[in-house]
């Protein structure tokens, strides 16, 4: 009897402890795609956060699945909602939008705050970054990795050439100036480079803003690309490689010119602010950062991704989700971010921490894509955003390799526009 006793004991204790653990196990499991779209230690950066998350919150289990560039995470969490699979969240590009809610993959995250405290953290990010993820009077996206496009500069090339090192170009004609000092007549080195596959669009939109031209509606059931201030944007990109001979001719390569840049193939290149960690840790000359030169006006795009947060989920698993994007996007954690990859702090508290003051004091360059907020604009994000982006994207190189001229590339690219978006005016 007393054998039997103990043995039931042991049961019992068994038992307890098992249901301690499993009350203490996760309770709920989340599902995050994320893209890596510029390169460098990225993924790294992202684990460290989800485990110091999954610490802080164990009630939660997080699985980041790095899905590639912008374009194929969107894909890949499209496929795994329609495979009866979802994911919960992702990061994908912020232009994504309209896509997603015409498809009614993602839920607006005001319909999931419910205290004063978070619809208030809905309000806490720069607005300018906040362009791309609302829309309607609700807000669909929330900013992570987000930038502008800069300009780097290789300091040495600028002594070299007989230039101030401490004065980059600061507008059209300064810029054609300098690169004509910079570009070494036996090709060894460009005065300037400005990627034109990858992401074309996005270029572009710093050109046209600087000559004061959005490229489209807030609505994103317009675009205006054959406005004559949009015309000349291009034609003067063309003219930095066909007239002036200070860029190579032709399309330039997004995922190589970094590279070009580090080895002295251009003295200068225009990039996204993602790069910026990775220049300053690999390049073997002095380097500064600036805001792109102006035309009429200062002008960039803002760029980079959006978390999401899918509509088929529970509302367990929908709150769980905003915890998550809650602790990446705070103050402490964006900071951190920051100055690990090089992308901007997404608001003005990251910039107030005490590490990001003092990174930013010894790096002023960290600052030069925040600063440009005050000039930036929102990228090109319409309905049929793939469709309209890529008429654009084809415009731009048909016009700089000389298949076409600026002015019949982007009418024709506004006639295809016009008939997409024509149903959603």
Known sequence: MLSKMKFLVVVVAVAVCCLMTSTAQAETELTMYYPVAVGGPLTKVVDSMVVDFMKENPDIKVNAIYAGNYNDARIKALAALKSGKPAQLSVMFSIDIYEMIEQDAIIAFDDIAETPEEKA???????????????????????????????????????????????????????????????????????????????????????????????????????????????????????????????????????????????????????????????????????????LPAKKRRGTPTGGGNFYIFKQTSAEERKAAMRLIKFMTSPERSAEWSMKTGYMGISPAAYET????????????????????????????????????????????????????????????????????????
């Open 121 to 291: 953290w809905l309000d806490s990010f720069y607005p300018t970054l906040m362009a791309n993820g609302r829309t309607g009077g609700k807000t669909w996206g929330i900013p992570f990795q987000r930038s502008t496009i800069v300009m780097y500069y290789n300091k040495d090339a600028f002594k070299a050439a007989g230039l101030d090192p401490e004065k980059p170009p600061e507008n059209w004609d300064q810029l054609v100036a300098a690169g004509q000092a910079l570009t070494k007549a036996d090709g060894s080195q460009w005065g300037v480079m400005i990627p034109s596959t990858g992401y074309p669009y996005w270029m572009f939109g710093a050109l046209t803003m600087q000559n004061d031209q959005v490229l489209m509606n807030d609505a994103g059931n317009e675009t205006y690309f054959d406005s004559p201030a949009v015309v000349e944007a291009l034609q003067f990109w063309r003219d930095l490689g066909a007239k002036h001979k200070i860029m190579p001719e032709g399309t330039i390569e997004w995922g190589t010119l970094r590279q070009n840049f580090l080895e002295g193939q251009t003295a200068i290149m225009w990039h996204s602010t993602g790069n910026l960690t990775i220049v300053k840790n690999t390049a073997k000359f002095d380097f500064g950062v600036a805001m």
């Open 354 to 425: 005490v590490k990001l003051k003092e990174y930013v004091k010894g790096f002023p360059y960290a600052a030069v894509a925040r600063d440009q907020l005050e000039y930036a604009t929102a990228e090109l994000s319409t309905y049929q955003t793939g469709r309209v982006r890529k008429a654009l994207d084809d415009a731009i190189q048909a016009a700089l390799t000389g298949a076409k001229t600026p002015e019949v590339a982007l009418r024709e690219a506004q006639a295809l526009s016009d008939r997409l978006l024509k149903q959603y005016r």
